[in-house]
């Protein structure tokens, strides 16, 4: 019976009817396909196989109901078939049966899980446990759809869209700009990942974002919303503004939010009556304090006090811990005369926190204003001594003065004290300090080193080391701070004036050991800078970035340490880093001729050329003969190989250079485009001219700088290049021996130099050149690395 049982079923595989209905299935005849499994089951009811084949039919025909009748039966039959549950599980989800659904799908791929079907079950999975809260599996599911299949594109948006929602920026970025390595015109995923740099606050990226999106999609208001908030977070109050006009125009709802960004963009263009008009409006459809302090700050640049104190009075009924409130209403009562009001206000703050220094600092000007000067003593020493910089303090004490860098007032105190005491250290010493602070470097060695024979202070030999050192008297310098570290070892900060010292007299490894002792005290950014300056002269490149950075992560608008490390990254060919630095510097200072000179040479080098020449235009509108920005104009026409434009700009400079020591920048460039024109002899009447210039015998840098030394030596190359095409050997190499004594990690010249050898028969010496040649190109890529 059982033989006959299994010869049976085999027997169906022969069936005629069965291969139509695999066939059919195959080739996507659905419906053909059920017809003839319905006679085939209806003539052999047991057959689950079929009944599967049939379930996957109805499946394609969205028949879900009928699809799972018949997967229930084969899972019932065979338990241990994975096809099944893949199948059944498709349908529950159709039949958005979520919990049976996402069953059978695990058991699946429990089962086995190279199925073709898995990476769509892995799908389905993914976005049901995200539903039901489970959302480690749902990242464990999603980050194997991904192994398996890297570039999906909705794994990506909803891994990224979970990573968002979690708050991991980072994870989710990565998963974005993934999703725009295969559609970078998403607009969705391009306004994800605007947000996401904002969240990152990289606002630079998230316009760049906003822009592309709106590219792609000029009206839409969310994006446009967005964009005009990044606007704002970087005070470019005109683009803001535009983008909201554009909101407005396209219907974009007028709500709170919007108001309130408005309002604060007319601040920012000081366009304070529309400001109070946004504020008021937006106000009116909800309150929120931050909303009433904004137009507070409005109406006290408009020195409308009691409106500010009105608003105030408000954001702190709403939130009474709003820090920033209570200290503008602290302001505000000083500037209505209300002095008592204000030193109640500012007393409370004081006992939250006893070392506010802008809370001392009002206080003590309130109780001034009321003559009760012993008060105003109290908190303004303890505001000084927090920070000697503070402004407010007592106008009788000279140490006061000078903790406020009111140096002039602070002196005629000392000189007063010193008619009546003339050899007291003390006085002598604070006199020498003030000259120090001041400038008068020479009479405050004269103070401090008289003060210094009545009694041996360390903070004496230390000012007195600062004048030293600022007049270029290094070694000097270098005793005096060393005495003060004898005097007092636990100044560590005298290390750093040390190191200073030591740096300028070339002794760099002793000036990195006293650095490193200062920043053990106190970390700031003018001590980074200095160690930086060390590691660079110490060719530790990569070493010296890191403390830029450190100095710039303490003080971010600080434009010299940005221009330092732009520079050093330029040296360390990393272009893109460094145009970021320039960008950022020209953000703080928009008409920094060096800043946007620098910023165009990054972009010639990252093949940039429109942004490149927009650049360079900037910089002759404000300086029409700018040889350099000419110059680079014209290297930007050569490598987009427009050399007709290129020469023409260079004539043009040319004409008007005349006694201009840039002159053989220009030459130079020309000649190199003639060359490559193989014009040769007007080449080589460019480069003659160059040549024949006046140059210094100074060192050659690697740092791409335009002085005229680096030009001869390219002059000789070039010049060298064209004898050599000429056959004039004798005479490329006496240009290429030029060019390679001025710089002997010239690899062009290596070259052809070494191609010179070899039209001559003098292979060994070639040879020598070629492999110097490789060997410098092979360090530069180890030095990039």
């Known amino acids: 019976m059982n033989f006959l049982s299994k010869k049976a079923k085999s027997s169906q595989l022969f069936n005629p009817t069965r291969r139509k209905a695999t066939q059919a299935l195959k080739a996507g005849q659905y419906a053909e396909a059920i017809k003839y499994y319905d006679g085939l089951i209806e003539t052999n009811p047991e057959s689950v196989s079929m009944r599967c084949d049939r379930g996957e039919a109805y499946l394609f025909l969205k028949e879900y109901e009928k699809a799972k009748e018949d997967l229930d039966i084969y899972v019932n039959k065979r338990p241990e078939d994975e096809r099944g549950y893949y199948l059944r599980g498709i349908a529950n989800d159709r039949l958005n049966l979520r919990e049976d659904a996402l069953n059978d799908l695990s058991r699946a791929l429990r089962i086995k899980d190279d199925n073709p079907l898995a990476l769509e079950a892995l799908k389905i999975c993914a976005r049901h446990n995200y539903d039901f809260g489970n959302h480690d599996k749902a990242f464990k599911e999603l980050n194997s759809i991904l192994q398996r299949s890297a570039n999906d594109t909705w794994a990506l948006e909803t891994r990224g869209r979970m990573y968002y929602e979690n708050k991991q920026y980072q994870e989710a970025l990565n998963d974005f700009n993934s999703f725009l390595f295969v559609q970078p015109n998403n607009i969705n995923i391009l306004e994800l990942r605007g947000t996401t740099y904002r969240k ?125 409130s209570l200290i503008m209403r602290n302001q505000v009562y000083t500037q209505l005369n209300r002095y008592d009001d204000a030193i109640k206000g500012l007393t409370k703050t004081l006992n939250v926190n006893p070392n506010d220094i802008n809370a001392l600092s009002d206080r003590g000007k309130n109780y001034m204003a009321l003559n009760k000067r012993s008060e105003a003593m109290s908190d303004l020493t303890r505001a000084l001594f927090i920070n000697p910089t503070h402004v407010q303090a007592l106008l009788t004490h000279a140490k006061l003065y000078r903790m406020q860098e009111m140096y002039y007032e602070a002196l005629d105190d000392l000189n007063v004290a010193i008619q009546n005491d003339p050899m007291n250290p003390k006085l002598l010493r604070s006199r020498g300090k003030i000259y120090t602070l001041m400038g008068e470097y020479d009479k405050a060695i004269q103070d401090l080193s008289m003060a210094n024979t009545k009694e041996r202070r360390s903070s004496s030999f ?81 070493t010296a970035k890191t403390d830029l950075d450190k100095a710039l992560s303490l003080s971010p608008q600080n434009t010299s340490l940005l221009l330092q490390r732009a520079t050093l990254l330029e040296k360390l060919q990393r272009y893109q880093e460094s145009l970021t630095d320039w960008d950022e510097l020209l953000q703080i200072d928009p008409n920094n001729i060096t800043a946007l000179q620098s910023r165009g040479k990054m972009l010639i080098k990252l093949c940039r050329y429109e942004e490149a020449d927009s650049t360079f235009n900037k910089i002759l509108e404000m300086e ?123 690899i062009f010249a290596l070259c052809e130099r070494g191609a010179v050898y070899r039209d001559k028969g003098n292979f060994k010496d070639a040879w020598n050149d070629i492999e110097n040649a490789l060997k410098l190109s092979e360090e530069n890529e180890d030095y990039l690395e």
Do not use: W
């Not at 008297?473 to 060393?482: M, R």
């Not at 000036?511 to 300056?533: G, H, P, T």
């Not at 290429?736 to 004594?741: A, C, F, H, Q, V």
């Open 200 to 324: 990152l606050n990289n606002s630079n990226d998230a316009l760049n974002d906003f822009s592309q999106a709106l590219r792609l999609n000029s009206n839409d208001p969310n994006i446009l919303i967005k964009r005009s908030k990044t606007y704002l977070v970087q005070k470019k109050y005109s683009n803001a503004l535009g983008d909201i006009e554009k909101y407005v125009y396209y219907g974009g709802e007028l709500n709170a939010s919007v108001l309130k960004n408005r309002g604060l963009i007319y601040a920012g263009l000081s366009r304070h009556n529309e400001a109070i008009a946004d504020f008021t409006a937006s106000l009116e459809k909800k309150e929120k304090g931050t909303t009433y302090r904004h137009r507070a700050l409005v109406y006290q640049i408009l020195k409308q006090y009691k409106e500010a104190l009105s608003d105030l009075n408000q954001a702190l009924v709403l939130n009474d811990s709003d820090k920033e």
């Open 462 to 542: 230390k000012y007195r080391g600062k004048s030293f050192l600022m007049l270029k008297k290094y070694q000097e310098a270098i005793d005096d701070f060393t005495e003060a570290l004898n005097l007092n070892p636990t100044k560590l900060s005298i290390y750093g004036d040390r190191s200073e010292a030591y740096f300028h007299l070339g002794k760099n490894q002793r000036a990195l050991v006293d650095i490193n002792k200062s920043l053990e005290f106190n970390e700031n950014e003018k001590s980074f800078k200095l160690r930086s300056l060390i590691h660079e002269k110490l060719d530790q490149a990569k």
């Open 624 to 746: 029409p003969n700018n040889l350099n920005a000419i110059c680079y104009q014209a290297e930007i026409h050569k490598e987009q190989k427009n050399y007709e434009k290129a020469i023409e700009v260079l004539t043009k400079g040319l004409e008007n250079a005349s006694g201009n020591k840039n002159m053989i920048h220009l030459y130079v460039v020309r000649g190199d485009i003639h060359r490559l024109r193989k014009e040769y002899e007007e080449s080589l009447k460019d480069l003659d001219e160059a040549i024949s210039l006046n140059v210094d015998n100074m060192e050659i840098d690697n740092d791409e700088s335009t002085d005229d030394k680096k030009y001869n030596t390219l002059a000789l190359c070039y010049r060298g290049s064209i004898h050599r095409n000429n056959k004039n050997y004798d005479n490329a190499l006496k240009d290429l021996d030029g060019s390679l004594k001025n710089d002997p990690r010239n």
